[in-house]
C-alpha cells in the first residue's frame, strides 16, 4: 500500500464478486423491468440517463461546429435553432434533473440511512418507466422533426408563431416531470419514516440532506411547471388566451409561473452534486466535514430561499422595479449558503490526510468551477449588471459552469466513488485521473471564453454571428472536442471495468458511511439485519476501531 | 504543414487584432455599469483565489504523505460567521451598487427625446418624431438623452445595445422603455437577444451614433415628410376620432388637449395618469378606460390598427397642447394644431382620408 | 480484512430471508413493522397532495389575476353556468365524500359488505358527477362558448338574444373590447374544471381496483392504508371542487 493512496483492495489472487448480491439475485430482462429494488432501479436509470447523456452531448457538439464559423453555413438557422432546444430540452429534462437523485440517490439513500428499500419501490419504478416514457417521447420528437420553441418555451412563441412539435415536447416534458416528482416524494418519506435505529437527522450523511433540500423542490416546484406546460398546451389547441396579449392575457404570466420551476430547478439540479461533493472530500482527507451543521442547513436554506428568487430571470421585461429589488436581494441571500459548502469543503481539508484519487481530482474540479459558476451568477442577480450580460453568452457560460463544471464534474466524481460500491469493482486509476485532468481542461477551453463572448455582447441562441466574435468561438469549439474526449473515456473504461476491474471488496476507500460497511455489490435487500448506529456520519475513529475488532476476531 | 501554419498564422491575426475583453463604452451609463463589473470581477477574482490558495494550500501541506494522520476538528462557529458575513456584505453592496444602476437605465430623464421601436419577427423598425422611419437601425446624437418606448407585435423580443449596456424586452401588448445618452460617435451593434423563431440571429442592425449637426443633417435627408404626430392627426381623422372627441361642450367623448400627464378619474373611480400606455390602452380596450362623465360608447381598435398606427397616435395626443416636447419633434416645422377641432378641420381639408386604407395598414 | 467482512455479511445473507418475523401478509418486505408501513404510505400520500395543490395553484392564480382585470367579462361568464347543476352537483361530491368515509371505516372495522357498497356508491357518485359536467359543457359547446372552436360572443355583447339567462341577470351589454374577455373566463373554466375532471376520471378508474380488490376481501383484513389513502385523494378532488364551485359559479352573483 503506497503513502499516496487510502485504496485497499482485497488479496486479488483469492478476492471474487461475492455470489449473491443484487445483480446476480435474479436473471432475465423481466426481473429487471419488473424489479421493485432500488438498486436495479438506479443501474435502469444509469444505463438511460447516460443514453440521453450522448444524445445531449452530440447535440452539444452539433451547436460548437455550426458556431465556428460566423456565417449559419453547416445547418440553416432552423436546424439550428431546433438543435439548441433539443440540446436543452435532453440535457435539463432527461440528463441534469434525474443524474444523480435518480442515480446515485436511488442507489444510496436506503443504504446510507440504513434502510432495506426506499418508502415506496413501486412508486420508484414507475417514475423509471415516467421518464423512460417522457424520454421515449422527446426521442419521437425528435424524429418528427424537432421542435424550437427553446427549453423555456417562451410565450407566445411557443403557443402561436411556431409549427413544430411542442405538444409532444410539452407532454414529453409533463411526463417527465412527474418521475421527478415521485422520486422527490420518496426520497422525503423514506428519509422521514425508514432511517435506522439511532440514525438520527444530525448523524445523516451530508448527501442525505442535500437530497432531502432537493427533494422539497421537486415536490413543491415541477406540479407548477406541469401546469403551465398544460396551459401552454391548452393555449396551442384551444386558444384559451391566458398566455395571448391579443386576447388579453398576460405572456409574462407564463414567464412566473415556468420560472417559479425553472429557478428552483438549478438547485434540484445541483444540490445532490453538493451531497456527492461532502462525502468525497471527507473520505479522501479523512476528516469529518469542517461544519456539519452549516453545510446542513446551507442546503436546506438553498431549498427555501431558491423558491423567492424566480424574478430574477425577468428583470429587463418590465416587471416593475420595486419587484426586482426584493428578487436581486433573495438572489443575494441564496449565493450565501453555497459560499458557506466552498469555505465549509476547503476547511475540511484543513489538517486532513489528503489523497488525489479520481473522485477527488473531479471534486477539486467541482469547487473550482462551481465558485466560478456561483460569483458569476452574481453578476446576473444584481440587477444592474444583469441588464448588460442577460440573455447573452455571459448567461450560457454561467449556467455551463454550474451545471456542466459543478454538477457534471460531481456526478463523475460520485459515480467513480460508488462505482466499486454498485459493481464490486474498481474503475482503472491512472486512465481516469487522466479523464478528469483532460475533462478539467476541456471545460474551461470551452467555456471561460464564452464569459467573454457575453460581456462583448454576443446573444446566445444565434445561428450566426458577427464575424469579430470567430476567435473566441473557435477556441470554445476546439475545447468542446477535448471535453468531448474526456467525457468519452468514463463510458469506455467504466464498462471495460465491468469485467476487468479490479475486485473492490466492500469498502475500497475506507469510507465511514454505512453503505462501506456491507458487501460490494449490496444484496438485494442491503442490510441482512437493519444496523443500529451509535456514531455520527464521517466518524473516522469509530471506523478504526471497527477494524481492530474485526482483526481481533479473526486472529482469534 | 504549410498550409496548416497559414491557416493559424491568419487566426492569430485575427485574434490579435480583434480580440478585446470588453465592449468599446459608447454611452453615459456604459461607465458607471463598467466600474461595478470590473469591482464584481475584482470580488470574484479574491474570492477564487483564495479557494484555490486554500484548496492548493492544504492539499500540499496534508497531503497523506506529509501528514498521515488526520485530525478529527469540528467545525468554528467564528469561522462560519465570517464566511456568512463578509461574502454576504460584498453581495449587498453589489446589490445596492447595481439596483442604483438598475434604476438609472429604466427611469428616463423628463427631457428625453423619445423614439418608437417596433419589433416584429425577424426586423426593428424605429420611428423618430419627425416620421423618419428605419428598419434594423437607429441614428442617434451625442449629448442627448434619447428614450426608446419599445413594443412588440407578435413575440417576444429584445433590444440591446452592447456598447450602450442597455437591453429592454419589446413585448407584445404592453410598452416599455429604456434610455441612454450616447458619448461617441460610430456605428454599434444592436442584436435582438430574446430567442424569437426561425431568424432570430438575422435580427440584428445598426446603432449609428452621430454629432448633433451630422443627425440632423440625416434627419433631413431621410424625413418621410410628415410627422409621427402629423400622421396621428391623418389617422385621428379618418378613423372618426374627431366625431367625438372634439372639444365642444357637447361632444360625446372627453377632449385630448392636454390630457397627456394629466391625471384622470375613470367610471369605476380609479384614478390614473395618462402616459403612453394608457393611451394605447385606451384605444384598444377604451371599456375599461371611460373618463367620468362619459358613457363607454367607444368601439374598440383592436385588431384594425396596427402598432404603428396606434403609436402615431399616442403621438399626436401626446402633443396636442403644443407643450416643450413639441419642440422635440425636429423637423416638424409647421406648429401643430391647438385643439381638436382644428385637427379634424386640417384632416379632412387636406383630403387625407382618401389615404385611410394605406394609412391604417401600414 | 475487507474479504473476511464480505464472507460475513454473505453468510448472513443465506439466513436473513428465511428469518423473517411473523408479520401480517399485507406488509411489504423492505419495512420492519406495519406501523413503519402505514406511516410511510400515508405520509407519502400528504405530500402528493401537497404536489396537488401546487398544481391547482398555478391555475387559481391565473384565474384570480384575470378576475382581477377583466371583472365585468368575468361575471358576464359565470352568469352563463348553471348553478342548478353546479350546485347538484356540489352535493353529489359532498355525498360521495360520505360514503367514502364510509368506505374507510368499514375497511377499518373490517364490514366487506358495507366497504364493497359504499366504495359502488362512491364510484357511482363519481360518475354522475361527470355525467352533470358532461351536460353543462354541452351546453356551452351548444352556445359556441368554448375557446378556439367558433366562440361566439353573441350573449355578451347582444343579451337579449339569449332570453334564457337574460331573463334571470338583465344583463347590460358589454363592449366588445370586454366582452372579448369572456373567452378568456372560459378558457380557465374549461382548463380548471377539466383539471378537476381528469381527476375524477381517474379516480373513478382506481375505484373500480378497490372494488374488485375488495371484493376478494384484500381490505378486510387490516389492511386499510389503500383505501385510506384513495379516501385522502377522493377528499382532496372534493375539496379542490369546493374551491371552485364558489369561484366559478358563486362570486360573481352580485355583480
Known amino acids: 500500500m503506497s503513502s499516496s493512496t487510502i485504496v485497499s483492495l482485497p488479496d486479488q489472487s483469492t478476492a471474487r464478486i461475492p455470489k449473491v448480491n443484487f445483480i446476480t439475485k435474479e436473471n432475465g430482462l423481466l426481473s429487471w423491468l419488473l424489479t421493485g429494488d432500488h438498486k436495479r432501479i438506479a443501474m435502469l436509470y444509469l444505463a438511460s440517463i447516460t443514453f440521453f447523456f450522448a444524445i445531449g452531448g452530440a447535440l452539444a457538439g452539433l451547436i460548437r461546429l455550426e458556431l465556428l464559423t460566423p456565417q449559419s453555413d453547416l445547418m440553416a438557422t432552423d436546424t439550428y435553432n431546433k438543435v439548441f432546444t433539443m440540446h436543452g430540452v435532453v440535457m435539463i429534462f432527461l440528463f441534469l434533473v434525474p443524474s444523480v437523485p435518480a442515480t446515485l440517490g436511488n442507489f444510496l439513500i436506503p443504504l446510507m440511512i440504513g434502510a432495506k428499500d426506499l418508502a415506496l419501490p413501486k412508486i420508484n419504478l414507475l417514475s423509471w418507466y415516467l421518464y423512460v416514457a417522457g424520454g421515449i417521447l422527446v426521442l419521437y420528437t425528435m424524429a418528427a422533426g424537432g421542435v424550437d420553441t427553446g427549453w423555456t418555451f417562451t410565450t407566445p412563441l411557443s403557443t402561436h408563431y411556431l409549427n413544430t412539435n411542442v405538444l409532444s415536447t410539452g407532454i414529453a416534458i409533463f411526463i417527465a416531470g412527474f418521475s421527478s416528482i415521485f422520486t422527490g416524494l420518496n426520497f422525503i418519506v423514506t428519509i422521514h419514516k425508514m432511517r435506522a435505529p439511532g440514525m438520527t437527522w444530525f448523524r445523516l450523511p451530508l448527501f442525505v440532506w442535500s437530497h432531502y433540500a432537493a427533494s422539497i423542490l421537486m415536490v413543491l416546484g415541477t406540479p407548477v411547471l406541469a401546469i403551465a406546460l398544460v396551459l401552454v398546451i391548452l393555449e396551442r389547441t384551444m386558444g384559451i388566451g391566458v398566455f395571448d396579449a391579443a386576447k388579453g392575457g398576460d405572456p409574462i404570466l407564463f414567464q412566473h409561473l415556468f420560472w417559479f420551476y425553472s429557478h428552483p430547478a438549478v438547485y434540484i439540479m445541483i444540490l445532490p452534486g453538493m451531497g456527492v461533493i461532502s462525502e468525497v472530500i471527507s473520505t479522501f482527507s479523512r476528516k469529518r466535514v469542517f461544519g456539519y451543521t452549516a453545510v446542513a442547513f446551507s442546503s436546506v436554506a438553498i431549498a427555501v430561499f431558491g423558491f423567492f428568487v424566480w424574478e430574477h430571470h425577468m428583470f429587463i421585461m418590465g416587471v416593475s422595479s420595486y419587484s426586482t429589488l426584493v428578487f436581486s436581494l433573495l438572489t443575494m441571500l441564496v449565493a450565501v449558503p453555497s459560499a458557506i459548502k466552498i469555505f465549509n469543503w476547503s476547511f475540511t481539508l484543513y489538517k486532513g490526510s489528503i489523497t488525489f484519487e479520481t473522485p477527488m481530482l473531479y471534486a477539486f474540479g467541482f469547487m473550482g468551477l462551481f465558485t466560478i459558476g456561483g460569483l458569476t451568477g452574481v453578476f446576473l442577480g444584481t440587477t444592474g449588471t444583469d441588464i448588460h450580460l442577460t440573455e447573452t453568452y455571459f448567461i450560457v457560460a454561467h449556467f455551463h459552469f454550474v451545471m456542466v463544471g459543478g454538477m457534471l464534474m460531481a456526478f463523475l466524481s460520485g459515480i467513480h466513488f460508488w462505482w466499486p460500491k454498485m459493481t464490486g469493482r474498481m474503475y482503472p486509476e491512472k486512465i481516469s485521473q487522466l479523464a478528469a485532468l483532460i475533462t478539467f481542461i476541456g471545460f474551461n477551453f470551452t467555456f471561460f471564453p464564452q464569459f467573454i463572448l457575453g460581456t462583448l455582447g454576443m446573444p446566445r441562441r444565434y445561428a450566426a454571428y458577427p464575424a469579430e466574435f470567430q476567435v473566441l468561438n473557435v477556441f470554445s469549439t476546439a475545447g468542446a472536442t477535448i471535453l468531448g474526449v474526456g467525457y468519452l473515456l468514463p463510458i469506455l473504461y467504466l464498462t471495460w471495468s465491468l469485467r476487468y476491474g479490479e475486485i473492490a471488496g466492500s469498502n475500497p476507500w475506507q469510507a465511514t458511511g454505512l453503505e462501506w460497511q456491507i458487501q460490494s455489490p449490496p444484496l438485494t435487500e442491503n442490510f441482512p439485519e437493519i444496523p443500529i448506529v451509535d456514531h455520527d456520519a464521517y466518524d473516522y475513529d469509530w471506523l478504526e476501531r471497527k477494524h481492530e475488532r474485526e482483526r481481533e476476531v479473526t486472529s482469534v | ?362 | 480484512m475487507s474479504d473476511s467482512t464480505v464472507a460475513v455479511s454473505g453468510a448472513q445473507a443465506e439466513g436473513a430471508h428465511s428469518g423473517h418475523h411473523e408479520h401480517p401478509p399485507y406488509q411489504r418486505h423492505h419495512f420492519e413493522t406495519i406501523e413503519q408501513q402505514m406511516d410511510a404510505t400515508s405520509f407519502a400520500m400528504w405530500l402528493f397532495l401537497l404536489t396537488e395543490i401546487m398544481f391547482f395553484g398555478g391555475l387559481f392564480t391565473a384565474y384570480l389575476i384575470y378576475r382581477n382585470w377583466y371583472y365585468p367579462a368575468f361575471v358576464a361568464g359565470s352568469h352563463q353556468l348553471n348553478i342548478f347543476w353546479g350546485t347538484a352537483n356540489t352535493a353529489v361530491l359532498i355525498t360521495s365524500s360520505f360514503t367514502m368515509a364510509m368506505g374507510v371505516w368499514c375497511a377499518q372495522t373490517r364490514r366487506k359488505g358495507g366497504l364493497v357498497l359504499s366504495l359502488c356508491l362512491t364510484l357511482l357518485l363519481g360518475l354522475v358527477f361527470l355525467g352533470i359536467k358532461s351536460i353543462e359543457y354541452s351546453e356551452k359547446i351548444e352556445k359556441h362558448h368554448v375557446p378556439g372552436f367558433h366562440y361566439s360572443l353573441r350573449s355578451f355583447t347582444d343579451p337579449a338574444s339569449d332570453p334564457e339567462i337574460y331573463d334571470q341577470y338583465h344583463d347590460k351589454p358589454l363592449a366588445l373590447d370586454m366582452a372579448r374577455h369572456t373567452e378568456m373566463y372560459f378558457g380557465l373554466y374549461f382548463a380548471m374544471t377539466g383539471m378537476h375532471a381528469l381527476h375524477m376520471i381517474i379516480g373513478c378508474a382506481i375505484l373500480g381496483y378497490l372494488i374488485f380488490r375488495a371484493q376478494a376481501g384484500d381490505y378486510t383484513t387490516g389492511h386499510v392504508t389503500f383505501v385510506e389513502n384513495f379516501g385522502l385523494y377522493w377528499h382532496f378532488v372534493d375539496i379542490i371542487w369546493i374551491f371552485l364551485f364558489p369561484l366559478l359559479y358563486l362570486i360573481s352573483r352580485h355583480g
Open chain 2, 1 to 362: 504543414m504549410d498550409h496548416i501554419s497559414q491557416v493559424l498564422w491568419q487566426f492569430l491575426e485575427k485574434w490579435l487584432t480583434n480580440f478585446s475583453l470588453y465592449p468599446p463604452e459608447a454611452s453615459k451609463i456604459a461607465p458607471q455599469m463598467d466600474a461595478l463589473y470590473f469591482f464584481m470581477v475584482l470580488v470574484s477574482l479574491i474570492g477564487l483565489t483564495i479557494v484555490i490558495l486554500l484548496v492548493t494550500g492544504f492539499s500540499i501541506l496534508y497531503s497523506k504523505k506529509r501528514h498521515p494522520v488526520a485530525v478529527q476538528i469540528e467545525g468554528s462557529t467564528l469561522l462560519e460567521a465570517t464566511w456568512t458575513i463578509i461574502p454576504l456584505g460584498l453581495f449587498l453592496i453589489m446589490f445596492v451598487w447595481g439596483a442604483l444602476i438598475y434604476f438609472r437605465v429604466y427611469t428616463p430623464p423628463a427631457n428625453a427625446m423619445n423614439i418608437y421601436v417596433v419589433g416584429k419577427q425577424w426586423m426593428w423598425k424605429a420611428e423618430h418624431p419627425g416620421g423618419q422611419h428605419e428598419i434594423n437601425a437607429l441614428h442617434v446624437p451625442t449629448g442627448r438623452p434619447i428614450q426608446l418606448t419599445l413594443i412588440s407585435q407578435d413575440v417576444f423580443h429584445s433590444f440591446s445595445i452592447p456598447a450602450f449596456r442597455v437591453k429592454r424586452e419589446a413585448i407584445p401588448g404592453r410598452y416599455t422603455s429604456v434610455w441612454f445618452e450616447a458619448t461617441k460617435t460610430g456605428t454599434y451593434h444592436l442584436f435582438c437577444t430574446q430567442y424569437c423563431g426561425t431568424n432570430h440571429s438575422a435580427m440584428i442592425g445598426d446603432i449609428v451614433v452621430q454629432t448633433p449637426d451630422e443627425y440632423k443633417k440625416w434627419l433631413q435627408g431621410s424625413t418621410s415628410g410628415m410627422s409621427l404626430a402629423q400622421n396621428g392627426e391623418r389617422l385621428f381623422a379618418s378613423l372618426s376620432c374627431s366625431a367625438c372627441h372634439n372639444g365642444r361642450a357637447d361632444a360625446r367623448g372627453p377632449a385630448l388637449a392636454g390630457v397627456y400627464g394629466s391625471k384622470l378619474t375613470l367610471t369605476n373611480g380609479q384614478s390614473v395618469s395618462v402616459d403612453e400606455a394608457y393611451l394605447r390602452e385606451a384605444i384598444l380596450n377604451p371599456s375599461e378606460h371611460v373618463t367620468q362623465g362619459y358613457s363607454p360608447i367607444m368601439p374598440t381598435y383592436q385588431g384594425q390598427i396596427s402598432e404603428d398606427g396606434v403609436i402615431s397616435l399616442v403621438e399626436y395626443i401626446k402633443n396636442l397642447n403644443s407643450n416643450d416636447r413639441v419642440e422635440q419633434t425636429l423637423t416638424t416645422t409647421t406648429l401643430l394644431p391647438e385643439s381638436e377641432g382644428k385637427a379634424a378641420a386640417v384632416g379632412t381639408s387636406t383630403g387625407q382620408t382618401s389615404t385611410k386604407q394605406g394609412m391604417v395598414k401600414q
